[in-house]
């Protein structure tokens, strides 16, 4: 008895560490516990970032299939400031942890800074287009008249606010780069709280507030990421860890900058490139109706929610990889990333067998209307059949961004979305007149040939020598 109390004594000591707010040295030690420690913050924080997807969904859902249709156009738009701000963000953690990896806590701060200053200049470009040219993007999207009648509104805010969407992504980078996983988390979950709050309350008038429809959403949304943001810019500026940033630390510093820039072009336009790929699908989806890209938009928000937690288990191989190249440890660094690789793959594997089994009970929570449920459920149980490739693949792509090499996974994704996907999407739903069942193919089939690819060149180990 008292050696299972001192186990679940020792398990809750544990989960607790992981989620405090200490700054880790993942150079040394036990590489499971260095694992895990990283794992259970970024899976929570990865799995909050995916709630604001199914929670603006679930509410939206209920205003009608304009609404969904609306939504999954958007985000299919908006996808492009999640690949620039993701793209910044991994430059980030990659040169954050290479600092202090070599115990330069001094660079590491002025890194981050740099890197927030750099993410800033760019939002504001894209918060202007966005604004100005909403209801023109919903049109080129394939929106129907009356999505673009009645969603311009919510598009127009979604995107003119895309600078905390950045800095909540960029500043998260920062603190994971310095192995504080547990602030990133943290910082979602106040996110989470006040959208989940404010989503219901603004699209229906509740409790006093002005009832908004779709725009609630937007702005319910745009709240609970701003007062995320206001939580991590506290942390950065109160000088209790390893990332210390001072007023100095804003200035520019070229060297720091060209470095960052070098990293997060390729870094960034390797997301835009699946990004994009994925705007080009929806396309192809649009010309079978709302009720289809409703079922679409739905079955991706699924997907998402279950793969986010699995790209914050595979972060962890970008932190580790970094830190641990910084110390002069690659082999070290190379045992860390099949580790993750190796949890990465039960995860999605437990995931793939639930979306077999309860894809009709899921999207049954999203919606009432047959055609859309229909359109869902096959969409999930298609692209549920490459989860364990996509498990393995992502810890590659991470693994390769955490060294500073964000050159291979660019290309991996050029040729495996844009030379495959699309191309065989196409083929399949329009020339062999396969419909959406054609794109859903199309995408199980590209992802697990991306993710074999990224293994193959992983194991070439050239990664090692990326110098930043």
């Known amino acids: 008895m008292t050696t299972h109390t001192n186990k679940r004594q020792g398990i809750f000591s544990f989960i607790k560490q992981s989620l405090s707010s ?123 008249e009356e999505v673009v009648t009645k969603g311009t509104g919510y598009t127009r805010i ?135 890209i409703a079922g679409y938009t739905i079955a991706i928000r699924l997907i998402v929610f279950f793969i986010l937690p699995a790209w914050g288990l595979s972060n962890a191989a970008a932190t580790l990889v970094g830190q641990n190249l910084g110390a002069n440890q690659p082999e070290r660094a190379e045992r860390s990333v099949w580790k993750v690789a190796k949890y990465n793959t039960l995860f999605m594997a437990f995931v793939s067998l639930f979306f077999l089994v309860g894809a009709e009970f899921c999207v049954g929570l999203m919606t009432k209307d047959e055609d859309v449920i229909n359109v869902s459920v096959r969409a999930l149980r298609i692209v549920s059949l490459g989860y364990i490739f996509y498990g393995v693949g992502m810890v590659m792509m991470n693994a390769f961004n955490g060294a500073g090499d964000s050159r291979t996974p660019t290309w991996i994704n050029l040729f495996g979305f844009w030379a495959f996907q699309i191309p065989l999407a196409y083929w399949l739903a329009v020339i062999l007149e396969m419909g959406p069942t054609g794109v859903f193919i199309a995408i199980v089939t590209a992802e697990t040939a991306i993710s074999i690819a990224g293994v193959i060149l992983f194991r070439r180990g050239r990664w090692k020598k990326v110098k930043i």
């Open 22 to 144: 200490e700054h880790q040295d993942f150079t040394k030690g036990s590489m499971r516990r260095a694992v895990i420690l990283l794992a259970i913050p970024m899976i929570l924080e990865m799995s909050l970032e995916s709630v604001f997807a199914v929670v603006d969904t679930f509410f939206v859902s209920k205003l009608g299939t304009y609404a969904t249709s609306t939504v999954g156009l958007a985000e299919s738009v908006i996808t492009i400031v999640y690949s620039i701000a993701i793209g910044l963000s991994m430059a980030a953690t990659a040169m954050v942890a290479r600092r202090v990896g070599e115990k330069n806590h001094e660079e590491a701060s002025r890194s981050g800074a740099q890197a927030i200053m750099l993410a800033l200049g760019i939002t504001v470009i894209i918060s202007v287009l966005g604004a100005i040219y909403a209801g023109e993007i919903l049109a080129i999207m394939g929106g129907s």
């Open 158 to 292: 979604l995107l003119s606010s895309s600078v905390v969407i950045m800095l909540l992504f960029m500043i998260n980078g920062v603190f994971r780069g310095a192995g504080n996983a547990a602030i990133a988390m943290k910082s979602l979950w106040i996110a989470n709280i006040f959208n989940i709050i404010l989503n219901p309350l603004l699209i229906n008038g509740w409790a006093g507030f002005p009832e908004l429809g779709l725009e609630g959403s937007a702005v319910a949304t745009l709240i609970g990421r701003g007062v995320g943001v206001i939580y991590q810019v506290y942390h950065l500026l109160n000088n209790r860890g390893i990332i210390r940033m001072k007023r100095q630390h804003f200035l520019p510093a070229w060297n720091i900058l060209k470095s960052l820039i070098n990293v997060a072009s390729t870094a960034t336009l390797q997301f835009l490139i699946a990004s994009a790929s994925w705007m080009v699908l929806i396309k192809i989806i649009s010309r079978y109706g709302d009720d289809v």
